[in-house]
């Protein structure tokens, strides 16, 4: 009974000594393995390898540009430091306008018309057609520039003048009438025709050389038949 007890821890002994020999077998090709890995050379980088392994360059479509597509400047180092940044100015940007306002200068208009001759049924020299116009104005809406102070008839002799249009009047203790303009006179179309002016549509009670004219005035000249 005792030796079988014996011949059975001899055996678990036996058993836990073998398996701590082959633990140690293992353990020591792994390390083995590690310490072989570890001697091996690390590959080298060759140029052709390099080429063929790096990205096609960029280009920013501006020659000499290709390898800083940003157009960055790059130091002796070889680190890119940022370029001028680009500034675009205009005439329409609104730090840059000026505005100067111009008041506009007084003036008024001015027409000389003697159309109602056209219509005329009367008998009259037929030589006074050659002085009236085919559609019977003068003088179409002239801007006259005002300075202060001007009558209607200072704006007649002035645009007249400027124009080459002859004016014929004569003055009385009434004041300035105009007798002719453009050769055209007083009775030529009938006893009572002549030449009346309008300011704005309207007929003054008073000579021409006595209304003032005020800024923005439209006046016309127009002979009437009688």
């Not at 390898?49 to 790096?54: C, K, L, T």
């Not at 002796?76 to 840059?96: I, L």
């Not at 300035?176 to 002016?197: A, P, Q």
């Amino acid at each position: 009974m005792e030796s079988g007890n014996r011949n059975n821890r001899f055996g678990l002994v036996f058993s836990l000594i073998l398996v701590a020999v082959l633990s140690a077998v293992l353990v020591i090709m792994n390390v083995s393995r590690i310490m072989n890995s570890t001697d091996e050379p690390a590959p080298t980088a060759s140029a052709s390898n390099i080429a063929a392994e790096s990205p096609e360059p960029v280009s920013s479509g501006a020659p000499g540009n290709e390898q800083n597509p940003a157009g960055n400047n790059t130091d002796n180092s070889g680190t890119a430091t940022p370029g001028p940044e680009a500034t675009v100015s205009s005439d329409n940007d609104s730090d840059n306008i000026s505005v100067t306002v111009y008041e506009q200068s007084p003036y008024c208009i001015i027409s000389i018309a003697c159309d109602s001759v056209l219509d005329y049924g009367g008998r009259v020299d037929e030589a006074l057609y050659e002085l009236i116009p085919p559609n019977g104005i003068i003088l179409c809406g002239s801007d006259v520039a005002l300075s202060g102070g001007e009558s209607v008839y200072d704006v007649l002799v002035s645009v007249c003048n400027y124009t080459g249009i002859p004016v014929d009047s004569s003055t009385s203790f009434l004041g300035v009438y105009v007798r002719g303009i453009n050769g055209l006179y007083e009775k030529d179309f009938g006893g009572s025709s002549g030449w009346v002016y309008y300011v704005n549509g309207v007929q003054p009670n008073c000579s021409c050389d006595k209304y003032t004219v005020s800024n923005g005035d439209s006046i016309v000249w127009a002979y009437v038949c009688g």
